[in-house]
């Protein structure tokens, strides 16, 4: 186990994105005014703007003997992109998130995060948050580490490997295998997590190289004061790396060259 340590930096880190999203109670104007104002804060680093509108599938209401269906709503996401498309900030009338393409490094995503959150804060003034997330999804290709031929139960501890584990079923017979769990951590924090074997895209491609997916949701859903948040997210960012190190092996600890 390796949970003793808090963080480690790999020159060669597997992360394919990282998200921070902060849901709020809904804010009307978000959703019935064009954010100009938002978009003045933040313009600088997100130059282009974008919108979609995302339509809710229908529901039923009612009784099983007298029900109707009610057609479902659209939301407004705006969103904005940093000039390289590495960066991109989402703003809907119940959240605001901040996604990362290349990570490297929790400072810089930090300082990313910073402006618009910010920015929001001061121009939607909102009452509290309901639920603060940070997903750190690692998509981990043996051919990007030079392990080619290496057998991911030699990469991946057991437990995070379903039937793989111990090399007992071999891994090119497994068309599925996969973990999901969700448990409490410390400070009022939880976790939701995915691990198994994954085929992915790349630039909107299938890749045909098998991966190993390792999804960590960490999140916090007690209400929580505008003026905690930074110390929220700092606290979600410090589970995450004694998770992933405690899901890999040292093979794959020193494949990913950590600094």
């Known amino acids: 186990m390796h949970s003793d340590k808090s963080r480690c930096i790999y020159q060669n880190n ?7 999203q902060l849901r709020f109670p809904e804010i009307l104007r978000i959703g019935t005014q064009v954010p100009a104002d938002f978009q003045e804060a933040i313009r600088s680093d997100y130059p282009i703007y974008s919108l979609r509108e995302e339509t809710h599938p229908p529901r039923l209401t009612g ?3 007298n029900f109707h269906v009610e057609k479902g709503g ?3 996401n705006h969103q904005f992109t940093s000039a390289d498309g590495i960066w991109r900030v989402n703003l809907t009338s119940n959240f605001i998130s901040l996604s990362c393409a290349r990570y490297h490094r929790w400072e810089a995503f930090a300082a990313k995060l910073d402006k618009p959150l910010v920015a929001f ?13 940070l ?8 051919s990007s580490l030079d392990l080619d031929g290496t057998p991911f139960y030699d990469l991946i501890q057991d437990a995070y490997l379903g039937i793989l584990g111990n090399g007992l079923i071999p891994e090119h017979t497994a068309n599925r295998s996969t973990v999901d769990a969700e448990y409490r951590l410390a400070d009022g924090c939880h976790v939701k997590l995915h691990a198994g074997l994954g085929m992915v895209k790349q630039n909107g ?6 991966k190993f997916i390792l999804d960590q949701d960490l999140f ?15 606290s979600l960012h410090t589970h995450a790396y004694p998770i992933f190190r405690n ?13």
């Not at 597997?14 to 998200?19: E, F, G, K, R, S």
């Not at 491609?205 to 098998?210: A, C, G, R």
């Not at 916090?220 to 700092?234: G, K």
């Open 63 to 65: 009784t099983p003997e």
């Open 121 to 133: 804060i001061q121009t939607y003034q909102p009452a509290f948050f309901t639920r603060i997330g």
């Open 205 to 210: 491609k299938d890749d045909p190289e098998t």
């Open 14 to 20: 597997q992360l394919a994105d990282v998200i921070c």
């Open 220 to 234: 916090f859903m007690q209400t929580c004061p505008v003026q905690e948040v930074a110390d929220t997210i700092q």
């Open 247 to 259: 899901a890999i092996t040292d093979l794959l600890h020193n494949a990913m060259q950590p600094e």
């Open 135 to 142: 997903r750190y999804m690692n998509f981990i290709s043996r």
């Open 74 to 76: 659209t939301t407004k």
